[in-house]
């Protein structure tokens, strides 16, 4: 089983999980959207379509005697100028609170799974939101190790 069939795969189990997430935004409540690998470059038009979002990426492998493992890194990102008081924008840096329930969502419904077909999640599973934030926009991910198939040596007897 190749690395990219274990990204198709997280991304068939997350999409359930995120379609049930909406988060508020300019327009209304919407939902995250979900990429397969990067999110598409920011320009002016389209810089908060794009937000909420989940971007699911291969990082890196190792192959070892007895084992083949995988990392995937699940981004996620989001908006949030901050809050209307009184019809006045007051920048309260709340955005971190959509990356943290996305995490937790997410989180949670990696651990109750030990597989997604042949993959099989590692426990160390990892999380993080970086102090440093590029303000309105929010960002967080989840490290994840799988198990792979070990592909076999050719061996002429």
């Known amino acids: 089983m190749t690395p990219l069939l274990l990204v198709k795969a997280v991304i068939k189990f997350l999409t359930p999980i995120l379609n049930d997430i909406t ?13 397969e690998g990067w999110v ?7 810089r908060d379509e794009e937000y909420p ?10 192959d070892t005697k ?3 493992t995988v990392n995937i890194i699940i981004y996620f990102g989001s908006y949030s100028y901050g809050t209307l ?11 971190y609170k959509d990356i ?7 989180r949670q419904e990696l651990l109750k799974t030990s597989f ?5 999640l590692e426990d160390n599973v ?3 939101i970086p102090e440093e934030q590029p303000y309105p926009y929010w960002t967080g991910n989840i490290r994840t190790t799988w198990k792979i198939r070990q592909i076999q040596k050719d061996i002429d007897i």
């Open 53 to 62: 979002h989940v971007a699911v990426r291969l990082k890196n492998g190792t």
């Open 40 to 46: 598409s470059p920011k320009t002016k038009s389209n």
């Open 66 to 68: 007895n084992e083949s």
């Open 100 to 106: 943290a329930n996305m995490i937790e969502r997410v």
């Open 126 to 128: 990892t999380w993080e």
């Open 23 to 35: 988060i508020k935004v300019d327009e209304g409540e919407v939902t995250p959207r979900i990429h």
């Open 116 to 120: 997604l077909g042949p993959y099989i």
């Open 85 to 95: 008081k009184d019809d006045k924008l007051v920048e309260d840096y709340s955005g």
